[in-house]
Structures are given as structure tokens and as C-alpha cells.
């Protein structure tokens, strides 16, 4: 089978089993309604946390708060539709533990798209409807001389950045296969992660910020591209074109997400549970 | 005699071990849990699989299906590789496995079978045939629009059974299909895996801790241990392999002290009248009673047939009786 058929067969097999997770959910209306609310409040204090910030102070690292409400949007929004698209990944671990991964490896179809769609959740809409009414409201209240280029980074950084999170979703949920209990570990890149970019790189340590930007690359899902929108200094001095490198780290993520997935899965299947 | 549709040829799996020793320290340990098992079984056969627990059951089964990679040895099922081409071997393959539904839960039965139908790309024609028929044999047509977690654990079942064959695999696969049911969801699952053997020619291999599934279904069993498989035959010469015994029950008219009825059989218990004795299953009663309604005043007996489990029980104490002789003097 070669990779193009493979993905195909991926994409199939994760419309279906994320299907029945809709109508599964949907078995429980009243259930399901109040968690998508839960969640749509709990993500929209988050934002709060920051508005408090503002109020006692007018900059936080040399950033306004439209500044800010930008960051926060792409991280959140863009962060939303990965944990939306493949978060289940992060509860591998569980399924590896008590065995039921095995009833999946039977399957006709590719293990991972079947783990991605695992227990899908339309509710965590609720956190990419957040993100994006805080993107919406920072966007109309830059004060930005919006040229072309700018205006189509804004897209690029949402889709780059959703596909960087879930390279690193797919990375935390290989490592499962050998630490099983590991989500927390996980939970720490993903969820700390976005938490991480909602801030500026100005209030953060050197050392923290070279760790974001060269190991692991989460500072271009954000910061770097957005430097460029908002004319501000790149974070270490990088050089100009870093902030359009955005696809081409994506790129690099998946990759190796891809060969660390394969690593996993291949270990699992030589060692069992 | 038919072609072989599933062998393995000097198949083993090996597993690291890691054993906490100290706050990180590990100690890595190697176990063998299948250690060089070859076999063949042709299709159309009915095999039963069985040992205790952790003799290596599970990892066979695994590795049929394509869920681990063999450490060593050549293992083939209709002529695929399992490991290598898992996703091809799926569509060949039905599992059952006894403790794990894979239906789904908060959905209606019919639900997990439309599923099915997709994913595994089932011509529209072939899934209402097999649907029609496997509702019927397993009398699943009141259930098809309750949601599984209504569905009782034999209801399940057969539900989960019905979800493996919709595709028409060529060999099934079922790891304790009736753990814990009752004896009549028992009865009703046993007679629809004979009925798919006899009629559609499906090759089966079940593992099991009830040996009534094994004495009612299969022709042939293999028994392992330790990773090795220690019988492969048919399940009458299981007794012979174990030094079975069968128990004659005799009712005398009083009590008397234990009877001697020649070197083949032996007292093993008295009660009051009552005397057990015990000989060797491969002999004929006849002459043994005969013996003894000469002899002794006799109001009734019976004879009890060997014990399947005991044969087997036994079979392990034997097995581990000579491992243990050996590790000793190995030492």
C-alpha cells in the first residue's frame, strides 16, 4: 500500500469511528450540551486571568493587550482545532495499559487514525470558538498598517500552528507506547505549551524561549510570525525570514512525529503490554 | 488432506523484562513466552488452545493476528505474514476477544455492524446476507436496536461473534468466548460455532479455560506450557498422554474393609458402604466389576469418566514436577 492510499485509508477510517463518537456523545444530549458549555467557560477564563493582568497594568513584556489578545487567539485557536482533530492521541497510554489497543490493531485500518478519532469530542469546539472571538476582537483593535503579506500570515500561522500541536500530540502519544503513563508528560507540551505561547517571549527566560524555538519548535506557531505582524523585535535575533518559515517547520514536525509514531508503534508490537 | 492455512514453524517471542530493583535501577530480564512452537492447521479445522495462565496463549494468538512480531521463527496465515501486512490479513481474519467487547457501548447493536459494513468494505449484498443469516443463528434480531450496555454479557457475545464473521473471514479467532456466561448462553454459543464450522467451512481457534467448550467443540487441542506446546492430538489421546484414571463407585451392602480387586485398580476413598476405586482409563470395566460382583455384596456402582481438567492439571504437575528436577540438577 503506498503512502498516498495509506492517508486515504486514514482519513476513512477516521470520518467513520469519529462518527460514531458524534452519535455516541449524542446519546447523552443534556450530557453533552452542559460539558460544551463547561468548557467554553472555563477556556474563556483563561482570558480573563489576562484582562485582570491589564488592569493593573497598561504593557506586559513591552506587549499592548491587542498584542496580547493576538497571541492569545492563534495560540488557542490554532491549538484548538489540533486537540479538536487528534487529542484523543494523548490517551493512548490508557488504552495501551489495559489492552485495549489490541482491538484496534485487528482493524483494516491505519492504528493511528483509529487512536486519533478515539473517543472524538465535539465540545472542544468550545475552546476554538474562544480562541477565535479573541483573535477576532484583537484584530480589530491593532493598530497595525496591514500590508498583504500580514494578512495571509494570519491564516498561514492558524493552519502551521495546528499543525505543529498535533505533531506534538502525535509525539506525546508514541511515547506512550513505551511510558504508559505518560500523559501527564504530555499534557505538559501541549496544554503548557499553548499556555506558554499566549504570552509574549519578552516575559519568559533566554533559556526557556531557545528551548521553543530550536528543540521544540512551538515559537512558530506565534511568536516569530506575529513579531513580523506587529513590527516587533524577533525573539533572539532571529532573521527576518524565520517568521514565513512557519510550513516549513510543520513540515519538519510531522516528519519526525511521523518516524517517532512508527518507533512507538513498532516497539509496542515487539514487546506487548 | 487440505492445504495448511495457518503455520508456524519454530516460532518464539521473547519479551524484556524490566524489574524494579531500586528508585531507577531496572533489572532487565528476558522471558520466553513462546519458545520454538510449530504447528499447522489446515482449513476447515476446529482447534481448541489451551494452558494456564501466562502459559503463552495470548502471545499465540497475537501473533496470528498481527498484533505482535514473532522474535523468531516463520509464521504464515493464508499465506500472509501477519506482522508485515497486518491491515491485509484483518479482512481474513475475525477476532473475538472474550473480555473485550469491541461494539459500541452507548449505540445501538445495529450501529457497531453498519460500522463494520464500511470499514471493512463489504458489498451491500454479501453484509445483508451475512447480517440476515448471523441474526438469525444467533437470535439477535430483538437486540439489533437496544444500545450494548442494555445488552446482557451472553447477549454481548454473541453480538461480538456476529461483528467478527460479517466480513466472511476465513478463520476465527475467539480468546474465552464463554467466560463468564450461564450455561444456556454457553450452549447457544457453542452450537453456532459448530454450525459455522460444519457448514461455512470457517477455520477456528479458541482458547479457553472451559473444557466442556473444548470437549464439545474440537477435534484436536493443543495444550502449552511454559511457551511450549505440550500435547497436539486429538482429545482422546489426552487421557492416554495424562495417565488418566476412571473412577468406579461401588455400593455395597454394608461396610467392609477396602476391596481387592487385583493389581489394575486400587481403593482411593471409603465412606460408610461406599468404596471409590480408581483404574486406568484406557482399560475396559467390565472384567474389573465382573471381579468384584463375584466377590462382594453389591447393590450398585457407576463409573466415572476422567476429568478433563485433572488430566490436564496433572499434565502440568508432571511437567513441572521434571523442570524442576532438572533445575535442581542443573544447580
Redesign the interface.
Known sequence: ?GEKSRAR?GLR?YR??AG?WI??TM??RLSFAMTAFGGVVVTGLDFVAILLMFSQVDVLGGYTLPEIAFLYGLSATSFGFADLAIGSAGRLGARVRD??L??L??????VLAQVAADRFALRRIGRITQGALVLGGALVALDVDWTPVKVLLVPVMLVCGGVIFSAVFVAGAAFQFVAQDASEVQAAFTYGGQTLLQYPPTVFGKELVRGVTFMFPLAFVNWVPAAYVLGRPYPLGLPEWAAFAPPLVAVACCASAGLAWRAGL?SY????S | MAAAFIELDRVE?V??VRKKTGFLKRERRQVR?VDSISFTVARGEMVGYIGPNGAGKS?TI?ML?????P?GGRLRVAGIDP?RE???L??R?G?V?GQ?T?L????PLI?SYR?MH???RIPDGRYRENLDRLVELLDLSALLDV?VRQLSLGQRMRGDIAAALLHDPDVLYLDEPTIGLDVVSKGRVREFLRELNAERGTTVLLTTHDLQDIEQLCSRVMVIDHGRLVYDGALTGLHEAGESERTLVVDLERELPPIEAGPAARVVRVDGPRQWLAFPASESAAPLVARIAAAYPLVDLSVREPDIEAVIAKMYAERAEQADRAGKAAS
Open positions: 500500500m485509508e477510517a467513520l469511528i460514531m452519535r455516541s446519546a447523552y489492552g485495549t489490541d482491538t490493531l485487528v482493524r483494516p485500518a491505519p513498532r508490537r515487539s514487546t506487548g | 517471542k519479551f524484556d513466552a502471545t497475537k493476528t498481527g498484533i505482535l512480531t522474535s506482522s497486518r491491515t491485509r484483518a479482512h481474519i477476532v476477544f473485550r469491541t459500541w457501548w452507548d449505540l450501529d460500522l464500511r470499514m471493512y444500545p
